[in-house]
């Protein structure tokens, strides 16, 4: 599961630049991607420091917590 936590950045980034791709408005789409790539480093930063190296339920569920966190954005 950590081998997972530590791809997630590289899955992360090409996930959001795909999104952000589909919108019409090039700006509204650099705008986008901007803000969910920093909140994607910011939530990987997090867990980093605080959840590398736990159990693999706690990777799972931050895993989860960041899949609902885009769902929103």
């Not at 939530?43 to 899949?67: C, E, K, P, T």
Request: proline fraction near 0%; avoid cysteine; charged fraction near 10%.
């Amino acid at each position: 599961m950590a081998k997972l936590f530590l791809l997630s950045i590289i899955i992360g980034m090409i996930t959001l630049a795909v999104r952000a791709a589909r919108t019409a408005d090039a700006r509204a789409g650099l705008r986008k991607a901007l803000i969910q790539v920093a909140v994607l480093n910011a939530a990987y930063l997090f867990g980093l420091m605080f959840l590398y190296g736990r159990s693999g339920a706690i990777h799972a569920a931050y895993m989860a917590g960041i899949v609902l966190l885009f769902r929103f954005i």
